[in-house]
């Protein structure tokens, strides 16, 4: 925790009650917190920071103490940035820097109205620029949270999470298969094939529960009863009766039902 120095101040530094700013790291990754205290501790004009791993606490906090700056992750387990900004109020005083993994373009719509917005990983230069534009806010007297961004916000921290590993129960115990891991998947009744290499696991769940679980940026369901790791494909080529034979990196063939056309034209198509 860095202590208040005496030091001389320039007119258009901005400044507290208590000689300097006054800021908020919020987030459930440690060295996630360390990297933003470390670039904070370059600039002369904060005087205190404060860390929260989690959103309880960054909760706690807020609602205790006056921050003039808060950096805040969207996501975290638990109680993520926007259940605490709902539990601290919207009259927080500081000005909002969100911090988050998600693409860009989900971040654009409230651009304008946040102090600003960081998205990991983010380079100094790009955390110099967030910090003066939150200057700049807290310079302008405008410090309490626009209702608009909150809404947007609570979009986000709202979209639902896919699965990063799956529990495989064996003989000798319960391991774990990283989803980007896995080439493909085939249902067998009550069960689920998880490919992945030369192995084969045998999951006890539905392939529509499962196919709920994983990341459609990833995953590909080609077939009722087959799901394909789009990162895994080599090469679509078009079958009888609109349907569509795809080739694994690994040489496996699938076969796609007729009733996913359109999903593997999408597939095969350039978003331009």
């Known amino acids: 925790m860095k202590q208040p120095a005496s030091r001389q101040t320039d007119p258009g530094e ?49 609602l205790a103490g006056s921050f003039d700056l808060i950096f805040l992750d969207v996501q975290m387990p638990e109680m993520d940035g926007m259940a605490a900004l709902r539990h601290a109020g919207a009259e927080v005083s500081g000005a ?17 109205n946040a102090a600003d917005y960081l998205l990991k990983p983010f380079t100094p230069q790009r955390f110099g620029q967030a910090l003066q534009r939150a200057k700049a806010r807290i310079r302008g007297g405008s410090r309490k949270m626009d209702t608009q961004v909150l809404a947007i916000l609570e979009r986000i921290a709202n979209q639902p999470t896919y699965m990063n590993r799956i529990a495989v129960r064996g003989a000798t115990g319960t391991s774990f298969v990283d989803t980007k891991d896995v080439d493909w998947l085939k249902a067998a009744e009550n069960y689920v094939e998880l490919h992945v290499g030369r192995d084969c696991h045998l999951v006890e769940v539905t392939m529509a529960e499962i196919a709920k679980r994983l990341d459609p940026g990833r995953f590909v369901r080609i ?50």
């Open 96 to 112: 909002v820097i969100f911090v988050t993994a998600y693409d860009q373009y989900a971040i654009e719509a409230f651009e304008v």
């Open 223 to 272: 077939h009722r009863s087959v799901i394909v790791n789009a990162g895994r494909i080599r090469t679509v080529q078009s079958a009888s009766h609109s349907e569509y034979m795809v080739t694994l990196v690994s040489g496996i063939q699938l076969r796609s039902g007729r009733t996913y056309r359109e999903t593997m034209q999408r597939l095969i198509s350039n978003p331009f």
């Open 14 to 62: 901005v400044r507290t009650a208590q000689g300097g700013l006054r800021a908020l790291i919020v987030d459930d990754e440690s060295l996630a917190r360390q990297g933003i205290r470390m670039l904070l501790e370059q600039d002369a004009e904060i005087r205190y920071i404060e860390e929260a791993r989690n959103g309880k606490r960054a909760a706690e906090l807020m």
